[in-house]
């Protein structure tokens, strides 16, 4: 990785050192995109099987796995791979259990309730990439919380051939439908419904630029879905001193540098000899690695900076906004008030973020490309629909009358004045008799 010294960079240099590769985001990309949801919205079925037959080579049988199928699959899964994936469903399912909130009722004052209610969204569409890396923990991260907010219909979308244990996952997560379809299609699908489709109102999962493409153009269509976050490619940024393992941190940077080519890693570091040491030893385990190749890509377009002190560090850290961000210093706890913009925080040096990948129990379903400064991780809450109640009595009125009406007058909206002066005549009224 590139190494360079923070001090030595202007303004402008400094910025640059922070931009991430760009995300292919090409106007053939958007066009076609927009064709295929757009025929997707009207044509229903029939646009549909020709996308299937054209990007996942399906062109017979039914798009939605039969219970056949799906039994069959989970028969087939492993028993240690059962267990691996029973063990980080509970740890998953305990903490977004946690995370559920009781409704809120109070008096603002005498004689006006005011209350904060929850409810489930009601259908919720995941999608789960396909390809060389069956992501059996994303399934989990999507399908768990959408089950503990009790979404009245959930259904799974993941290109074609589906792996056995993406099927046994959202089985065991109570997913009610699974097709067998990625890409755009899948995400108009799932955005507008067809005849074969379940219509969902909300959509969740990460994907390449098309899946991502196609979740932005349904989430800006009042007919499509809302979506999840923005999202890119995967990042980390660790945060380490001359205390930190060097062989430690080499390993963290490559877990997220072979997930794509234009993943991106970022040492931050006041000691340049662990830069120099950390650089070594990502040569050496880049020769252990089965994706070794992607992810001296991803280096290509990463970097190590060397600050002043770990306080720099966290300015750095805080104007990137990772997605991931790995603190290993001698008191990492210490420096968790200072981390503003982070999708994910891993402390210390028995914290690699592959654990929060599968099996801690935090959602990594995380925002990338710096929304980490507005974006949070996913959690119960956006698998939830929150709204409020308010129920005034005769004297609650009263005690609001003349607040509403004089801030009405200001606004020049006469009839929600009336709304409160024709009650208080009718107040006024009977209690003069």
Not at 122 to 149: C, D, E, F, W
Not at 163 to 171: L, R, S
Not at 285 to 305: G, N, P, T, V, W
Request: negative net charge.
């Amino acid at each position: 990785m590139q190494i360079v010294q923070w001090a030595n960079l202007n303004a402008e240099q400094r910025r640059e050192t922070l931009t991430r590769p760009a995300m292919s985001n090409s106007a053939e990309i958007t066009s076609i995109v927009s064709n295929i949801v757009n025929r997707i919205r009207t044509e229903g079925d029939r646009a549909l099987r020709e996308f299937t037959a054209k990007f996942d080579k399906v062109s017979d049988g039914d798009l939605r796995l039969s219970d056949a199928t799906i039994k069959a699959a989970c028969e087939r899964t492993t028993p240690e791979l059962k267990a691996a994936i029973q063990h980080a469903y509970n740890n998953v399912a305990t903490f977004h259990q946690a995370q559920k909130s009781a409704p809120l009722s109070l008096d603002t004052q005498a004689g006006v309730r005011c209350e904060l209610h929850y409810q489930p969204i009601n259908r919720v569409g995941l999608y789960v990439p396909g390809g060389s890396a069956p992501l059996v923990s994303t399934v989990l991260m999507l399908a768990i919380p959408a089950k503990i907010a009790e979404c009245r219909k959930v259904i799974l979308c993941s290109p074609p051939p589906i792996a056995d244990e993406i099927i046994y996952a959202a089985t065991l997560c109570g997913v009610n439908e699974i097709y067998t379809m990625g890409g755009a299609q899948a995400i108009a699908a799932m955005a507008y419904g067809t005849e074969s489709v379940s219509k969902t109102d909300k959509i969740f999962g990460p994907g390449n630029a098309w899946v991502t493409e196609a979740k932005r153009q349904v989430s800006m269509d009042f007919r499509g879905a809302a979506i999840d976050m923005p999202a890119g490619p995967s990042e980390v940024l660790v945060i380490a001193d001359d205390t930190a393992n060097a062989a430690f941190v080499a390993a963290d940077l490559l877990s997220q540098a072979e997930h794509g080519p234009d993943s991106q890693v970022v040492l931050v570091t006041p000691s340049v000899e662990l830069a120099n040491k950390v650089d070594a030893e990502l040569e050496k385990q880049l020769a252990e690695l089965s994706r070794a190749e992607i992810a001296r890509k991803a280096l290509e377009s990463s970097r190590s900076i060397i600050c002043a002190d770990l306080e720099e560090a966290c300015a750095i850290s805080n104007e990137y906004a990772p997605e991931h961000l790995i603190v290993q210093t001698a008191e990492p706890r210490a420096l968790l008030s200072k981390l503003e913009n982070a999708g994910s925080i891993f402390l210390g040096n028995w914290t690699p973020e592959s654990v929060g990948d599968y099996a801690s129990g935090t959602n990594h379903t995380l925002p990338t490309y710096g929304y980490a400064k507005t974006a949070s991780s996913l959690g119960l809450a956006d698998y939830q629909r929150r709204y409020t109640v308010q129920e005034l009595s005769a004297d609650g009125l009263k005690g609001l009358a003349t607040t509403v009406t004089t801030m009405a007058d200001a606004e020049g909206l006469t009839a929600h004045k009336r709304a409160v002066t024709i009650r208080m005549d009718s107040i006024n009224s009977q209690e003069a008799k």
